[in-house]
């Protein structure tokens, strides 16, 4: 047990030195705003039910993570972020929070971020969230920086870190999974759109990613369903739920997508006046199988293969 006042016994870092430390914690965070010889500031880090928690505190007027550096060190996590003391302003995505004492904010470790404070030293707590175990979780692609002031969900989470439970050896690993569990339905309660356009919103925009990852895989026969989920970085489960809204299924629309880009080279290969078999056209458009693919497209158009440019010249 650590709990959140153990962290002013850390020993005080000077510039370098805590730059240094966030860097192999965090990522590259320069402070700025105060001349390095008065710069002080604390960093410690913990696991909590096996997320990475990190503690910050400085006197610097602010810390700037630029372009330059999310290219240098590619960090691609997302991570909640707690005002434990004092005030603060972020700035990402041409959006600007405000942080009072209690507030959470969900901050992209892979986009530059702005923290301003006006009055010197802030307490920072954060925990580090994978970004594909995290939109999986929520079934969307989150928006930041977004801000919670004062709701119900964010007070456990708070908690947790306060206390910072991070004897993890006594727990079952079925607890532990519990753990994690709980700890994304409350982040999943605190920053999942509450207003439905806004959630229809986010919806759309992935589903729209989701098309376009199919549109860019179908020739690959083996490539369905599972590998799309993968890709987008939700579950099977979600990936469903979001065909199923729209009366449709994944294994479906794959088909579909194959099925008209295969109408398309047959069309092609009748303009052009080749001899490119039709067999070859079904591999190129992602069936393994001919037999398969002949059934599928007499289903879908109502003729064969070889017939199609007669019904549709």
Request: hydrophobic residues 35%; contains cysteine.
């Amino acid at each position: 047990m650590h709990s959140s006042s153990d962290f002013l016994t850390t020993p005080n870092l000077d510039y370098e030195a805590w730059r240094d430390a966030v860097r192999s914690i965090c990522g590259r965070y320069t402070p700025d705003g105060i001349e390095p010889k008065a710069f002080s500031g604390r960093v410690r880090l913990r696991s909590i039910c096996g997320f990475s928690a990190v503690d910050l505190s400085c006197n610097a007027h602010r810390v700037e993570r630029t372009h330059q550096d999310v290219r240098a060190d590619a960090r691609d996590h997302y991570y909640a972020i707690f005002q434990m003391t004092g005030q603060s302003r972020i700035i990402q995505n041409d959006q600007i929070v405000e942080l009072t004492v209690g507030d959470v904010a969900l901050v992209d470790a892979a986009r530059p971020v702005t923290y301003i404070s006006e009055k010197g030293s802030n307490h920072w707590g954060s925990l580090q969230l994978q970004r594909r175990s995290l939109m999986t979780h929520l079934g969307l692609e989150p928006r930041c920086p977004s801000r919670r002031s004062g709701a119900a969900a964010a007070r456990p989470l708070r908690q947790l870190l306060q206390d910072g439970v991070e004897d993890e050896q006594s727990m079952s690993a079925s607890a532990n999974d519990y753990m994690r569990l709980a700890l994304y339905d409350l982040l999943g309660a605190l920053f999942v759109p509450s207003d439905p356009e806004d959630a229809s919103l986010h919806t759309d925009r992935l589903f729209a990613r989701i098309c376009d990852i199919i549109k860019d895989r179908f020739a690959d026969p083996d490539f369905g369903p599972c590998d799309v989920a993968v890709e987008a970085g939700i579950s099977l489960r979600y990936l469903q739920k979001l065909f199923t809204a729209r009366n449709s299924t994944c294994s479906d629309f794959i088909r579909l997508v194959r099925l008209d880009y295969a109408a398309g080279l047959l069309k092609r290969r009748s303009f052009l006046k080749t001899s490119q078999p039709i067999s070859e056209i079904a591999y190129a458009s992602g069936f393994g199988d001919y037999t398969n693919f002949n059934r599928k497209f007499r289903r879908r158009f109502g003729h064969t293969p070889g017939s199609h440019l007669r019904h549709h010249g």
